[in-house]
C-alpha cells in the first residue's frame, strides 16, 4: 500500500522560497480565459450560418471542431506534461490557443469556412492544454486539505470570463452583423453576397484578434516570472502508460468520478443550451412573438450565468465547514428537486426553477475533479486527461435531448419532457457525492 508520505515524495517541487501566490494568480488567470473562449463560441453557430448562407446544422460543426480539439488533445497533453511539467503544459496550451486565435485572420482572407473550423480546432487543443494542466496544477499549489476549496476558488473566475464571452458575442458581433438572414442573403448576387459576407467576417474576426493580445501577454507574464516547478520523478516517467492506466482504473474514486464528470458536463451544456428553447415556449404562450421571447430567454441566461458565477464564491466559504462531496451531494438533491418543477410544472416558475439550477451546479465541477484526483499521486497528470475527455459528455447527451425536443411526446410538452436527460445526469452527481462524502 503506498502511503501519503510515499506519493508526495514521487512528486518533485521546487519552491527554492518561490511564493504560490503569483503563480496562483497567472494560472487563474487561464480559467476566465477558456470560459471566454466558451461563450464567445456558442453563439457562432447561427453566426456562421447566416454569414455563410448553411443551415444551422451546418453551422453545428463549430461545436464539433470545438469539442474535438478538447478530446483529442487531452491525452497527449498529459503525455507531454508527464513528460515535462505543468509550468511546460500551461505554456504550449496558451501558444495553442494564440494560434488558434490568429489563425481567424488567415481564413478570414480566404473567405471559407473550412478554415475557420480548423483555427477552432486548434484553439481547443490549445484549451485542452491548458485544462489538463491548469487544474492539477492549482491542487498541487499548497496543501492537500485545502485543495478542493482552493480548485473552487480557481475555477470561479472561469463563469466571469464566460460572461465577458456572452457580452462580447451579443455586443460587438450578434450586434453588429448584418441583419439580413439566410434567406435574405440567398438572393443577392455573388458580388453583394460576397462584399457582406467579408463585412460581417471582419466584424466576427475582430474580437478574436484582440484576444489575442490578452493571451500573449499573459504568455509573456508566465515565461517571466519564477513559478514553482512541479513534475513527475525520472522513474515514473519511465513507467509504461498501460501500467498508468490500469492503476488509475483500479481507483474507484478516479474511474467513478470520470463517469460522474461526464454527465455533469452533460448536464450543464443541456441546462444552457435548451434554456432558450424552454423560454421561448414560455413566453410565446403568454402572448410574446417569438423573436421577443427569444431575447427574454437570453436574459434569463445571462441570469443563471450570474448566479453560477456567485454561488461560487458561496460554495468556496461553505467548504470551510462542509466536506466538500457531502456539500455536492446536496446540491445534486436539489437540483433533482428543482427539475421536477422544470419537467411538471412549467410556465414561469419552471423557467426561474431552469435558472435556479445553476446555482446547483456551480461547485460540481471542481468538487468532482478534487476529488477524483484526490488519491491519485503521481498520476495526476494522466488523470486529468481522463477527467478533461469526460468533457464529450457536453457534445454526446444535447443531442439525446435535442432527439426528445424533436419528438412527439404526447403527456407532456416535449421541450419539458427533455429536461429528464439532465434529470438523470444529476443522480448520477448525486450517488458520487454520497459515495464520497466525507
Wanted: charge should be positive.
Amino acid at each position: 500500500m503506498t502511503t501519503d508520505k510515499e506519493k508526495k515524495s514521487r512528486l518533485l517541487v521546487t519552491r527554492e522560497g518561490v511564493s504560490y501566490v503569483l503563480p496562483f494568480i497567472v494560472v487563474t488567470c487561464c480559467f476566465a480565459l477558456w470560459g471566454f473562449a466558451n461563450d464567445i463560441t456558442n453563439p457562432m453557430v447561427k453566426a456562421f450560418s447566416k454569414i455563410f448562407r448553411m443551415s444551422v446544422t451546418d453551422g453545428t460543426l463549430v461545436q464539433v471542431a470545438f469539442y474535438g480539439g478538447y478530446f483529442c488533445m487531452a491525452l497527449p497533453a498529459a503525455l507531454f506534461i508527464r513528460r515535462h511539467s505543468f509550468k511546460s503544459g500551461v505554456l504550449v496550451g496558451l501558444a495553442l490557443y494564440a494560434l488558434g486565435v490568429l489563425l481567424f485572420l488567415p481564413a478570414k482572407a480566404l473567405g471559407s469556412f473550412a478554415p475557420f473550423l480548423v483555427a477552432y480546432f486548434i484553439l481547443t487543443c490549445g484549451l485542452s492544454f491548458l485544462e489538463t494542466s491548469c487544474n492539477p496544477y492549482i491542487l498541487l499549489m499548497g496543501d492537500r486539505e485545502t485543495a478542493t476549496r482552493r480548485l473552487n476558488l480557481a475555477q470561479s473566475f472561469n463563469p466571469i470570463g464566460s460572461l465577458a464571452g456572452m457580452f462580447v458575442a451579443m455586443n460587438f458581433i450578434q450586434a453588429r452583423l448584418s441583419p439580413l438572414d439566410t434567406a435574405q442573403r440567398a438572393l443577392l448576387d455573388d458580388a453583394r453576397f460576397e462584399a457582406l459576407k467579408q463585412s460581417d467576417l471582419s466584424v466576427l474576426v475582430q474580437p478574436y484578434v484582440l484576444l489575442s493580445v490578452v493571451i500573449l501577454a499573459l504568455l509573456a507574464v508566465l515565461l517571466a516570472v519564477r513559478v514553482p516547478t512541479v513534475r513527475q520523478a525520472a522513474s515514473d516517467r519511465r513507467e509504461p502508460l498501460l501500467t498508468v492506466v490500469k492503476r488509475l482504473w483500479a481507483n474507484r474514486a478516479y474511474r467513478y468520478g470520470v463517469l460522474a464528470q461526464f454527465f455533469y458536463v452533460g448536464a450543464q451544456i443541456t441546462c444552457w443550451t435548451f434554456i432558450i428553447q424552454y423560454g421561448t415556449r414560455v413566453f410565446m404562450a403568454e402572448g410574446m412573438t417569438e423573436q421577443a421571447a427569444e431575447v427574454m430567454s437570453q436574459r434569463y441566461n445571462i441570469v443563471a450565468m450570474v448566479i453560477f458565477c456567485l454561488m461560487r464564491f458561496v460554495n468556496i466559504y461553505l467548504m470551510k465547514y462542509i466536506k466538500p462531496g457531502r456539500l455536492m451531494a446536496f446540491f445534486a438533491a436539489v437540483a433533482l428537486l428543482l427539475l421536477l418543477g422544470v419537467i411538471l410544472v412549467g410556465g414561469r416558475t419552471g423557467m426561474c426553477c431552469l435558472v435556479a439550477v445553476s446555482a446547483c451546479m456551480s461547485l460540481m465541477f471542481p468538487t468532482i475533479y478534487g476529488i477524483a484526483l484526490g488519491e491519485v499521486g503521481h498520476d495526476a497528470e494522466l488523470g486529468s486527461a481522463g477527467l478533461i475527455m469526460a468533457i464529450l459528455g457536453g457534445s454526446v447527451l444535447p443531442a439525446v435531448q435535442a432527439m426528445i425536443i424533436d419528438s412527439n411526446v404526447q403527456w407532456l410538452p416535449a421541450v419539458n419532457a427533455s429536461f429528464a436527460v439532465p434529470f438523470l445526469c444529476f443522480v448520477v452527481v448525486l450517488l458520487y457525492g454520497l459515495r464520497y462524502r466525507r
